[in-house]
């Protein structure tokens, strides 16, 4: 048995029993593969301390359930266009305000933010405030607290609160009138005009750049010196999520253009089987009964979980049927020497100490799926016209973008693969791992 990949398709398991629904993303090449993405997220040293007994085990549970069967990916996948696509990512220009906001984070990290207790708010700044809200003269639940680091602008309370506390003297009380949303979750304030009474106790600052400050806070020892590594740092970001935009915009481009007509249920039922085989196991290891296991670690019923995990495998398998897919159109296939360099790149990104660790835990036709997988990704990259947006035109278009990019994650990820999950749910299943152990 697989455990990370069982741990994967947990995560999304996770992930439908809180009614969660992820972003539509894959970060790396190797991380398109459902077997390899969460290997090369984990530290290695865990993959170095499993022991030959756990590898033993998982081997013989996967040879009672024999090999995974095969399929061949158009049988089930109507492709679109995968050629000539063209996608947008981000520039990979540092800014000024972009290195000034990491020197802001890295004093906040350090407690060597200022508290300025005169002049005036203005947008950005990071205010400490006080605030009784009332309606129709009366205070109502949830509407005060003491102590609330808020950013002006960032949109985290109600529309109108933030814009009304610009140009307040920091240190002095001001009335806010705002109007509750329709739609606001307490449906007690909903829709109602309020007026909040909020202090400005302080405005959190950053204080000026110098080679002692620079040099408590880093490991750096001159403000030359942290510049440099910031930028080098926030570049070497940009180029990371660039990389992920061109894959997101990819596969989104061609999900949208394709249509999935199925899924190979035999693959469905046997990855179902290993599931519940691996999790049964490691109730047994507990000495917990499966359903108790499921109760206590994921909070769901072993019905739920018989009924959410065929559904979870499928929406794990999409990206998989569409790369398969593209490969088998373009007739490509692994050669013995791409199957032992794939090796090599499987053993440094799990983290295994050796080419016979990586086979105890995987298959060569898992491996092989892996490497087909990642050999049609390079290619729709290669086949991918790539556009970097222009950062005047980003900024003016900040929110709008962002209001779309939501509803588009929200309309794909329904139907798609949940690869990236939230803190909750991501911790939910490390514990679940840990306890494993």
């Known amino acids: 048995m697989k455990k990370k990949v069982i741990m994967a398709l947990l995560l999304g398991l996770c992930v439908t029993a809180t009614g969660y629904t992820g972003a539509y993303a894959s970060e790396t090449e190797t991380e398109t593969v459902a077997e390899t993405e969460t290997a090369a997220e984990e530290d290695t040293t865990e993959a170095a301390s499993e022991t030959s007994s756990e590898a033993a085990s998982e081997t013989a549970e996967t040879e009672e359930l024999g090999e995974e069967p095969e399929y061949k990916a158009l049988d089930y996948v109507t492709l679109g266009q995968y050629k000539a696509l063209e996608v947008t990512v981000c520039s990979l220009d540092v800014t000024e305000d972009e290195i000034q906001q990491q ?11 200022l508290q300025v207790t005169e002049g005036e708010v203005a947008e950005g700044d990071v205010v400490n405030i006080d605030y ?10 949830g509407g ?4 609330v680091d808020l950013t002006i602008g960032s949109g985290t309370f109600i529309p109108g609160f933030e814009d009304g506390l610009i140009g307040a003297a920091i240190g002095k009380e001001i009335n806010v009138n705002v109007t509750f949303p329709e739609n606001y979750k307490n449906t007690d304030v909903a829709g109602k005009d309020a007026v909040f009474a909020v202090t400005v106790n302080f405005v959190k600052k950053a204080p000026e750049m110098t080679d002692d400050i620079v040099a408590e806070i880093s490991d750096h020892k001159t403000v030359d010196e942290y510049r440099k590594g910031v930028e080098e740092q926030l570049k070497a970001d940009k180029e990371a999520q660039q990389n992920s935009d061109k894959i997101n915009g990819i596969l989104n481009q061609i999900y949208s253009a394709s249509t999935i007509n199925g899924y190979p249920e035999e693959v469905v039922n046997y990855r179902t089987a290993q599931m519940k085989a691996y999790y049964t196991q490691v109730a047994e290891q507990s000495d917990m009964t ?21 559904a979870v495998i499928k929406q794990s398998m999409i990206q998989e049927l569409l790369l398969k897919a593209v490969a088998e159109s373009e007739n490509m296939e692994i050669s013995d020497e791409e199957y032992e360099a794939g090796i090599e790149k499987y053993i440094k990104s799990t983290g295994a100490e ?54 588009s994650e929200t309309e794909t990820v329904s139907e798609t693969e949940t690869e990236v999950a939230s803190e909750t749910a991501a911790e939910t299943v490390a514990e679940t791992e840990t306890a494993a152990e």
Do not use: W
């Open 290 to 310: 499966l359903a108790d296991f499921l109760s206590n670690q994921l909070q769901m019923t072993e019905e739920q979980f018989d009924q959410q995990c065929p």
């Open 132 to 141: 009784v809200g009332s309606i129709d003269g009366v205070e109502f639940d």
């Open 103 to 113: 020197f802001y984070d890295d004093c906040s990290s350090h407690d060597k933010l």
């Open 144 to 147: 005060t607290d003491k102590g």
């Open 354 to 407: 050796s080419k016979e660790t990586l086979l105890s835990q995987y298959t060569e036709a898992e491996i092989r799926r892996s490497l087909i997988m990642d050999k049609a990704l390079d290619f729709l990259k290669e086949n991918t016209t790539v556009k970097v947006e222009d950062e005047s035109e980003t900024s003016s278009e900040t929110e709008a973008a962002s209001e779309a990019e939501s509803t």
